[in-house]
């Protein structure tokens, strides 16, 4: 068999979320079509990626990925640093002159391979999409990799007919001119600081208040970062890039994959939506292979069988909050609600995987003396998930954590915090109705009131735990019941999409056979 000549590279920054779903779609493209891929990574990365690449071949498939290299370049721990973008740019430029490429990780040394035809950015790669335009021009295409709910890609980064915010760097720069203020000031201001009375409407979604975006006091200990180098800069990749992959179901938010379509059609441009990003291997072959990422695997997978003999099924509460995300300024108010997850006697599994949490002696103590719940500093998610002694996942609302829950079957109730999270809880539990959103939870702005009701949240302990009561009461009843029953056919059209005919496959398809 003729070796592939065409290549592709995907470059994904260091955060879970952005990385796990396109470690799947690497794994798709090398299936689909004869081609190689080189993965660009961290080196704190490289080990979990290659064990996640491996969920998505079974046995027999080892000629599929082979084709795959996962090449770790740098030491950056989170989303971006300045040697971050130095070491990428002298790692393109080794692939784009066809030079041998060491693995900083393992200390590989990987042969040249044919000047790439793609490169796959993630959307918030900034100084990276010019470092591929200053080496090689348009010669290779650049497609932007969303790795999130495409509502929030408007409001963030779209142009303002779309309800976004246009050129941030533009706008930032001539009000600092106008007003002597820094531009690192007045650009964290305009990203993270919400327009009291704004309301804002994107294509698909709900009005809300611009503060409703920001319904959790979180992520002060890199806004200014984020928003200077990174979220100022997006807007003008997108604007041109060569073409965007959208990690997102089509059938899941149909309205606003239709006007970012129409948005890059514009400038004749395509976009893919290449959701769900899940493991492809078998199911069986994808859950064991998980279950080696977190040493507490065989502790909870003993505890999910337990619990499934003495509670029954759908009984046990899982929570997460992914990697990042944690009640950091009010853990106060996750302890008040396990409290009444505990009072009302129901299994748990709480997953602490943010560098940002803290479990204290009296919690651990807590939940010891309980009996009938787990503290894990990282989950097998997806084993979890799919275990028939789960009942509803309380999560932030991350588009992984989404797609996994529905894939699976598994109801939410949703604690947002920031970015897509407090879209995906509107779209959940009020559009599709298919879950909860919990609004006593709220810190700061998110203490305002909500553009479709009215509410004010109280956003004391005690109205944080008479609101668990409230909905867990209705989560494990009869509300939750025909919740999880309009549940299926969000799941069914979802776990279609990379079927024959299916519009992921077919999207994916259309990208690789224009290359």
Not at 9 to 25: D, S
Not at 144 to 172: C, D, M, Q, S
Not at 473 to 478: L, N, R, S, V
Request: with cysteine.
């Amino acid at each position: 068999m003729a070796a592939p000549q065409k290549h592709v590279v995907a470059y994904t920054i260091p955060h879970w979320g952005h990385a796990r779903p396109l470690v799947h779609l690497c794994a798709r493209l090398v299936k689909l079509r004869s081609i190689n891929l080189t993965l660009l990574t961290s080196t704190a990365f490289h080990p979990r990626i290659v064990t996640e690449l491996s969920r998505s071949f079974d046995l027999g498939e080892e000629a599929y990925a082979k084709r795959i290299r996962v090449i770790s370049i740098n030491e950056v721990a989170f989303m971006r640093t300045e040697e971050g973008d130095k070491a990428f740019e002298e790692a393109w430029k080794t692939i784009y002159q066809e030079q041998e490429l060491v693995c900083t990780q393992t200390g590989t040394r990987y042969p040249p391979l044919p000047q790439p035809q793609a490169i796959i950015l993630d959307s918030t790669a900034v100084d990276p999409y010019n470092s591929v335009r200053s080496v090689s021009g348009n010669s290779v295409k650049i497609y932007t990799w969303h790795p999130g709910l495409t509502y929030v890609l408007f409001r963030l980064f779209g142009p303002e007919k779309l309800g976004g915010k246009g050129n941030i760097r533009i706008k930032a720069e001539e009000i600092a001119r106008q007003t002597g203020r820094s531009f690192k000031d007045v650009v964290t201001e305009l990203v993270f600081t919400p327009e009291v009375g704004k309301v804002v409407c994107i294509p698909g979604m709900l009005p809300m208040y611009e503060h409703e975006y920001f319904p959790q006091d979180f992520g002060s200990e890199f806004a200014e970062e984020v928003a200077t180098n990174v979220f100022s800069r997006i807007y003008e990749t997108l604007e041109t890039t060569d073409g965007a992959i959208l990690f997102t179901p089509e059938s899941y938010e149909p309205e606003a994959v239709a006007a970012f379509r129409r948005w890059f059609a514009e400038t004749g441009r395509p976009a893919y939506a290449s959701g769900p990003l899940l493991p492809s291997a078998s199911k069986e072959a994808a859950n064991e292979t998980e279950k080696k990422l977190s040493k507490e695997s065989p502790e909870i997978q003993d505890f999910l069988d337990v619990t499934l003999k003495t509670d029954g099924k759908k009984s046990l509460l899982y929570i997460s909050f992914g990697s990042v995300f944690w009640p950091a300024k009010t853990p106060e108010k996750l302890w008040a609600f396990l409290d009444v997850v505990m009072e009302l006697n129901i299994p748990f599994i709480l997953s602490h995987a943010s560098p940002f949490a803290i479990i204290t002696d009296e919690v651990r103590e807590k939940v010891k003396a309980y009996g009938k719940g787990i503290l894990s500093a990282w989950t097998p998610q997806q084993l979890i998930l799919d275990h028939p002694a789960t009942g509803w996942f309380v999560a932030h609302g991350g588009h992984n954590g989404v797609t996994e829950a529905i894939s699976a079957g598994v109801p939410q109730i949703l604690w947002p915090f920031a970015t897509d999270q407090p879209l995906n809880a509107v779209h959940i539990a009020h559009q599709l109705q298919i879950g909860y959103e919990l609004i006593e939870v709220r810190t700061g702005h998110g203490l305002k009131p909500i553009y479709r009701n009215g509410r004010k949240p109280v956003g004391t302990l005690d109205a944080v735990k008479a609101e668990a009561r409230e909905v867990l009461g209705k989560a494990f009843g009869e509300d939750g019941a025909k919740k999880r029953e309009k549940l299926q056919a969000v799941r069914e059209a979802m776990n279609k999409e990379w079927d024959d005919g299916g519009s992921a496959r077919k999207d994916i398809l259309a990208f690789l056979d224009s290359l």
